[in-house]
């Protein structure tokens, strides 16, 4: 198994734990994976919050500033522009 599969499995265990089972719990997956002890505590916790049918439950990259319909209608004045760079670009988009 892999070591994502070995933490999922422990996951509901580590979850019903007190304190110090889960001290247990994290040396045994220290011990088995070989990964650090806070790796483990953070990829058990993305393993928590993950919903259904999404593979991360976090929001990486940059927030969507410009909608598909902008990015549209930029690529299209580029493509008429004769691909020209940006600045150049950025004067004409008046016209």
Avoid at 57 to 71: C, H, L, S
Avoid at 75 to 86: D, F, M, Y
């Amino acid at each position: 198994m892999t070591k994502h599969e070995v933490i999922k499995e422990t996951l509901s265990e580590y979850l019903r734990a007190g304190k110090i089972e889960k001290g247990k719990i994290l040396d045994r997956l220290e011990a088995t994976v070989r990964m650090h002890r806070k790796a483990i505590v953070r990829w058990l916790r993305v393993l928590q919050l993950r919903r259904v049918g999404w593979n991360w439950n976090d929001e990486r990259g940059r927030k969507v500033y410009y909608t598909a319909d902008v990015t549209e209608a930029l690529r299209n004045v580029w493509n008429i522009a004769h691909e020209l760079c940006a600045e150049r670009l950025h004067a004409i988009i008046g016209e």
